[in-house]
Structures are given as C-alpha cells and as structure tokens.
C-alpha cells in the first residue's frame, strides 16, 4: 500500500496570507489512536492554538467513524479541533441554517444543485487559492465545475462513488451458466430467464430514504439516459436544455419500467412491485445472499451494506460472495459511459483554520488516507487505486481516473432542487406505485423553475 505524501503550501488562505509557522508540541512521530502520525506530512497547514472547526453533512455511522478518523493525524498535528456532526436532515435543513446564522463552518453536500442554491443565497466563502490549486493538479475540468456557481469556485470535490453498477452472487451466475452481459439488451434477456425459471424474481429494489424516498429510482432514469441516448442529450436534460417530458426522457423511463413496475421482475424477497417504496435502500439488495433474487442496481458505496452489524462476513469479490458490474451500454462497442456522485465541503465561515482543513480536504494526502480507511473511493488523480479496500474499488477508482471514460454527474443532484430532491424524487415513487410515465414526466417538467 502506498501513500501520496504530495501536497501544496497553504499561501493563501480565505484570501488573506499566513505567515509560514514553525510547529509547536508536535515535532518528529506522535502517538494518536494506537498508531503514529508523522507531522511533516502537515507542516504546510501550520499550526493553531485554540482553533476549532465544525463540519457538518449526511454521512453516518461507520463511514462517520472513518471520516473522522481520515483526518485524526492531521487535527492533532495542526491543533485545530475538528467536531463533525452527521445528520440525515442535512440536505433538508442546511439552508435554512445558513439564512439564520447557525450553519456549520463547513459543510459536505453531495449535490451541485444544493451548493448552487447555497451560493445564490450568499451564505458561502470562495475556495482560498490552495484548495483551487489541489483542484486543478488533482481532478478533471468537469470536477472543478461542479464545485463552481456563476464563475466563482466554492468548493474541492471529496469522495465519489460509481452509480450503475449491478449488484450479483458469482457463485450463482457460475452454476446457472450467466454470462455478465454486455448489452442494455443482454441483461434484459438475462432477466427474463431468471423470471421464466419461477423460482425468485430476478431483481430486488428499494426506494425508501426518509425525506428522499425515491432517489435510487432516478439512479435508474440516469443510467439509461446516458446509454440510450448519450452524454450530449443527457447534458441537456439536466440542464433543462430538452424538456423533462421529452420523448428521449420517456423512452428511458419505459425501458426502467420493464423491470420496477413489472411483476414478474420485482421485488425479490421482499414482495411485490408496490414494496420497492417502503424498502429501504441500505437493505434492499441483501436477499442476493439468500437467493432470493439475482439482481441489484446500486453505486459502489454499496459494498459497505453487505456486511450489516452483527452478520455473517460477506466477500466482495469476483470470486467471493457477491460482486457487481457495471450496466451494460445499449451496443456492443459503445464507449464506457457512467454516472456518478461526490460531495463538496463548502465553507460558511470565514477563517484561517477553516481553509486549512479545506486544503487539507482537498489533496491527495488525505484522498489516499481516507481511501486506504475502507468502503469508499475517490476521483482525485493522486490516488493510488490499490489503496482501495477492495476489487471493486480499485476497478472503480480505474474507472475514474481513465481519460476514456465518459462521466457525468447524477442528474438530479444537478438538477435545481425543485425537480431534482424533490418532483423527480416524489415522481419516481407516483410512478412505481401505478401513475404512467407521461403524466409523471409532465408534472416533472412543470416544476422547473422560471429562468
């Protein structure tokens, strides 16, 4: 395992410079957690006497614990205390707190949509010049974009995660004769010969996510809106640039249909298609270890849910327990097209320590330290992909890093939130549960906000 050690001097911070500063209490190796930390890997932040930072965002449980832990050697290096608070609420009441004064210094969002709207109200402090530069050594021209509102740059991409992959049992597609399939047209073959044999469903589904019920549904639409139709439409679409109701955006949701509002496909082990809205996402795959179905559509951050607390240990493997591919392109030959996801830490208060731990955020030190912790992967350049905890990570972090590869951002989250959490969300559960797909994708489009 390697661990990147490059970085860049913080020169600027919040638009103001710091003075080069000599390390206080923290010279040569220090003991922290059981483990060492070397603090010449963070002379370049500085220090800070009585200096605390607050961070807030979604991320929850174990991935907290990790988080947390990514950034352990580096408080204690620098003296700046770093309290994160996780909340699934995050997304819903974000801006309000921010309008009334009592937002986070920081705070992780994981969608664009979300920090632009952050950005119109005012609430949020430009990147300082050492985050824009690690952005521009570390991550593609269409990373920076997303951290970006109206020409000013606000924010590092952080994490990142593949959506689209296939979710399966090796041993049971080995037995039965499978072949992973390489056409849109291949899996849904595939699917009807499981749903022909009578014995499970072949797929298993679940929307539920508390306020934002249904966005693994929209995960579906993007996918298909990329193979079907490509990167030019998609971008369009998502931009308002075709309508919602488009004819290419209800061919999509029809080719998703023929799986989530199918009987014969849905919902394994769980029930029938009604169920895929009040079973929860972080479950909803886990009847593949039972053979109750074959099939799930989930990103790359759903390995860490195949090993729930107090379970049997499930391998993430091409040879073990339960692996995923990727969904397959609408031709043989077609480039290699996926979506995905990420978060950005904005800055809501401004302050020295605050762009120091920004900074920090932001480089490929802590990508590769924060990768190497497990369940996650990252699109920062610097990383080493055999960092990854798994397989299935590194091929992801390949994926990413591959200039071949055409990526976009899930679309919702680009999406203003109007459509994006909230009719698109609320539109995938009307539409599983019975409405058809033009009134569904009208009503979509009818809350796009004015221009």
Known sequence: MRIHRRGRVLAAVAGVGIATLALAGCTGDMEEGGGEADCSDYEEYGTFEDAAVTIGGTILDLEADRLVESWSDFAECTGIEIDYQGSSEFEAQIAVLAEGGNAPDIGIVPQPGLLARLAQGGWLIPASEAVEANVDEFWSEDWKTYGTYDGTFYAAPLMASIKGYIWYSPTEFEENGWEIPATLDDLSALSQEIADAG????????????????????????????????????????????????????????????????????????????????????????????????????????????????????????????????????????????????????????????????????????????????????????????????????????????????????GSDLMPGAVGAASFWQGIVEWVGGADTQSVVNEIDASWPAS
């Open 199 to 410: 014995d499970h469903k072949p797929w298993c589904v679940g929307l539920e996510s508390g306020e934002a019920t249904g966005w693994p549904g929209t995960d579906w639409i993007e996918d298909y809106m990329l193979r079907l139709h490509g990167a030019d439409v998609y971008d369009q679409w998502v931009t308002h640039g075709i309508p919602f109701n488009d004819p290419q955006v209800v061919e999509a949701f029809d080719a998703v249909g023929e799986y989530l509002k199918n009987d014969d496909m849905v919902n394994g082990g769980i029930g029938d298609v009604s169920t895929q809205i009040s079973e929860a996402f972080q479950t909803a795959g886990l009847p593949i270890l039972d053979g109750e179905c074959s099939l799930h559509h989930q990103a790359s951050f759903y390995e860490t849910f195949w090993n729930p607390e107090g379970g049997d240990e499930v391998e993430v493997a091409s040879n073990g327990d339960i692996f995923g591919f990727l969904l397959p392109p609408a031709n043989a030959g077609d480039p290699l097209s996926v979506t995905g996801g990420g978060e950005f830490p904005v800055a809501f208060r401004d302050a020295e320590e605050v762009e120091a731990v920004r900074a920090y955020l932001s480089s490929d030190t802590w990508a590769n330290n924060r990768v190497s912790l497990g369940g996650v992967i990252s699109a920062n350049t610097g990383v080493d992909p055999e960092n990854a905890s798994s397989e299935l990570l590194v091929q992801s972090i390949e994926i990413l890093q591959d200039p071949e590869t055409t990526f976009r951002f899930d």
